[in-house]
């Protein structure tokens, strides 16, 4: 068994090790390599030069390239949580990045206040309209618009984030449980290990093209970056970086529809899942939604360390004697299985002769044998 889950583990890693670092890096690493043997930044640029020089390596120049892409790669993954992170606008561990990061927080805030605004349907403004139907249809689909955008900012200004990509994250984070007085972040990696596999794999799934998005946005960006100083004065092949720049704004644009999906399933898995955290804890089951919020507080609490010993809580704890280990329940699983067996033929006796036969009594009044009358 426990080779099955090492060979299991080691499928996904390297499954997402392979989809996440070693093609964006190996991406990254190709378009590097290509510059250079098209032979910028020293002279112009040229794509037979670069053909050329590419047809010329072998052996031992193939395998070096190859350790160096799995090297590269090793180095990234990482930080792939902090890739995401950065790309969600978490810069306070430098001074510039606080400073860009103030900005873009009050350009958003703003952005949001005029979202806040345009979903806002006045009544007098859809009267005065009446009489063109076009410009009021135009403005009640802008305030539909508006007010879908703003499911993207946290409802709480102060936790407004720097990028869009944080802002849905954050949304989201604020979003799941709140109905029910839970702390998503606090809950949430208690809750994950509890999921059925079926979730799981749609929850990783998510995560891993989220990951995917957010490394080739990294890349492409680290990419337009060095092809702008390797092509730096060459004029038409500068539209190189400028269609790495298009990529990378289209990565983050997935990157934020897959971070909003992969917000609503943990906001569903949330709502469905969330009393097997407390059967997990031991904790009695509420009877109803104000129990409920009694309880995923004191539980949010406790779970925070910030339940002080004298203040007591409100929490009662169920222990019950049929909570069984996964060796008792598969054993008592195959116990109860339906055990079909074989029927033996029935053998009716052979007799010699007819002189062998036991003697019919025919004075035995006619009976009922199996609910049929005999004749």
Same mark, same amino acid.
């Given at each position: 068994?426990?080779?099955?889950?090492?060979?299991?583990?080691?499928?996904?890693?390297?499954?997402?090790?392979?989809?996440?670092?070693?093609?964006? &890096?190996?991406?990254?690493?190709?378009?590097?390599?290509?510059?250079?043997?098209?032979?910028?930044?020293?002279?112009?640029?040229?794509?037979?030069?670069?053909?050329?020089?590419?047809?010329?390596?072998?052996?031992?120049?193939?395998?070096?390239?190859?350790?160096?892409?799995?090297?590269?790669?090793?180095?990234?993954?990482?930080?792939?949580?902090?890739?995401?992170?950065?790309?969600?606008?978490?810069?306070?561990?430098?001074?510039?990045?606080?400073?860009?990061?103030?900005?873009?927080?009050?350009?958003?805030?703003?952005?949001?206040?005029?979202?806040?605004?345009?979903?806002?349907?006045?009544?007098?403004?859809?009267?005065?309209?009446?009489?063109?139907?076009?410009?009021?249809?135009?403005?009640?689909?802008?305030?539909?618009?508006?007010?879908?955008?703003?499911?993207?900012?946290?409802?709480?200004?102060?936790?407004?984030?720097?990028?869009?990509?944080?802002?849905?994250?954050?949304?989201?984070?604020?979003?799941?449980?709140?109905?029910?007085?839970?702390?998503?972040?606090?809950?949430?990696?208690?809750?994950?290990?509890?999921?059925?596999?079926?979730?799981?794999?749609?929850?990783?799934?998510?995560?891993?093209?989220?990951?995917?998005?957010?490394?080739?946005?990294?890349?492409?960006?680290?990419?337009?970056?060095?092809?702008?100083?390797?092509?730096?004065?060459?004029?038409?092949?500068?539209?190189?970086?400028?269609?790495?720049?298009?990529?990378?704004?289209?990565?983050?644009?997935?990157?934020?529809?897959?971070?909003?999906?992969?917000?609503?399933?943990?906001? &569903?898995?949330?709502?469905?899942?969330?009393?097997?955290?407390?059967?997990?804890?031991?904790?009695?089951?509420?009877?109803?939604?104000?129990?409920?919020?009694?309880?995923?507080?004191?539980?949010?609490?406790?779970?925070?360390?910030?339940?002080?010993?004298?203040?007591?809580?409100?929490?009662?704890?169920?222990?019950?004697?049929?909570?069984?280990?996964?060796?008792?329940?598969?054993?008592?699983?195959?116990?109860?299985?339906?055990? &079909?067996?074989?029927?033996?033929?029935?053998?009716?006796?052979?007799?010699?002769?007819?002189?062998?036969?036991?003697?019919?009594?025919?004075?035995?009044?006619?009976?009922?044998?199996?609910?049929?009358?005999?004749?």
């Amino acid at each position: 068994m426990l080779d099955a889950l090492v060979r299991t583990g080691a499928r996904q890693f390297t499954r997402r090790f392979l989809l996440v670092s070693v093609f964006p &890096t190996s991406l990254l690493l190709f378009l590097i390599f290509g510059l250079l043997w098209s032979g910028a930044p020293g002279q112009g640029p040229s794509i037979q030069r670069a053909i050329n020089t590419a047809t010329e390596l072998y052996g031992i120049r193939v395998w070096l390239l190859i350790l160096v892409a799995i090297v590269t790669s090793l180095v990234f993954h990482p930080l792939q949580l902090s890739l995401v992170r950065f790309l969600e606008g978490y810069w306070d561990g430098w001074a510039v990045g606080r400073t860009i990061g103030n900005v873009l927080i009050r350009r958003h805030e703003m952005r949001q206040r005029d979202l806040e605004e345009a979903a806002e349907v006045d009544d007098d403004d859809d009267e005065e309209l009446e009489h063109k139907e076009e410009e009021a249809l135009g403005s009640r689909r802008w305030s539909e618009r508006a007010a879908q955008l703003l499911e993207r900012y946290p409802a709480s200004p102060d936790r407004i984030m720097p990028t869009t990509l944080g802002n849905v994250l954050r949304a989201a984070e604020d979003l799941a449980g709140q109905r029910y007085g839970l702390d998503a972040p606090m809950i949430w990696p208690r809750l994950y290990v509890l999921l059925p596999v079926n979730v799981l794999r749609i929850l990783n799934d998510l995560r891993v093209q989220l990951d995917i998005a957010a490394q080739l946005c990294v890349m492409l960006l680290i990419g337009a970056a060095t092809s702008t100083w390797l092509l730096l004065g060459d004029g038409v092949w500068l539209s190189i970086p400028l269609a790495l720049y298009a990529l990378a704004w289209l990565a983050y644009r997935s990157a934020i529809a897959i971070a909003t999906e992969y917000g609503s399933m943990v906001a &569903t898995a949330i709502d469905l899942y969330r009393f097997d955290l407390l059967r997990a804890l031991h904790i009695r089951l509420p009877r109803n939604l104000d129990e409920e919020l009694k309880t995923n507080a004191d539980v949010c609490q406790i779970l925070a360390y910030e339940a002080e010993s004298d203040e007591g809580s409100n929490l009662v704890y169920e222990h019950s004697d049929q909570r069984w280990s996964v060796r008792e329940l598969l054993l008592r699983i195959s116990a109860t299985k339906r055990v &079909t067996y074989k029927r033996r033929p029935s053998v009716r006796p052979t007799y010699t002769s007819e002189a062998a036969k036991p003697p019919m009594d025919r004075t035995a009044p006619n009976t009922v044998r199996l609910g049929i009358r005999s004749p």
